[in-house]
């Protein structure tokens, strides 16, 4: 499994999810748009990203993309099979997703923007749109601890 991360703002949240994309499996992080990468414009590895991502950084292929749409369109004409966490009014919880063994082989998972969440525009090349049932008063979780349990749930099925 691959995944897509669109427009995530904060260093914090994105050095989070490579550690937790190294625990998972993940093949490639790719961060797309204003989504902070683990060198800065120098190519020295970043102290406040590496402080979240504890060497996940130097373990997990990535690939800074300026646009999510142009990477998703072009991952779907190659076979890939977009799944975006994002609540939306026809998304179904991440663990009643029902994908068959390929699609699973060749799976991308795309989490948005800590405010704005996936784009509208990203949003239209999913072939699956999940969501995180929420039980409580708040309506979402942080985007690493979303991102955490779609993938774990995604790659062990």
């Not at 405010?115 to 509208?120: A, D, L, P, Y």
Request: some cysteine; aromatic content about 6%; overall charge positive.
């Amino acid at each position: 499994m691959i995944a897509v991360l669109d427009n995530i703002r904060s260093v914090h949240n994105v050095g989070s999810i490579f550690r937790t994309a190294d625990g998972a499996g993940i093949q490639t992080l790719y961060l797309c748009g204003v989504t902070p990468s683990p060198v800065d414009r120098f190519g020295k590895i970043r102290d406040d990203f590496s402080k979240t991502a504890l060497g996940a950084e130097k373990n997990v292929a990535w690939e800074s993309v300026p646009s999510t749409a142009r990477l998703l369109n072009k991952l779907k004409k190659e076979g890939w099979h977009i799944v975006v966490l994002e609540q939306t009014k026809g998304s179904v919880p991440y663990n009643k997703l029902n994908t068959g063994k390929k699609q699973r082989e060749k799976m991308a998972l795309v989490v948005g923007n800590e405010v704005s969440g996936v784009s509208g525009t990203a949003l239209k090349y999913a072939n699956h749109v999940i969501e995180i049932p929420m039980r409580g008063t708040k309506e979402s979780l942080n985007v690493s601890v979303s991102f955490g349990i779609a993938a774990y749930e995604l790659t062990n099925n």
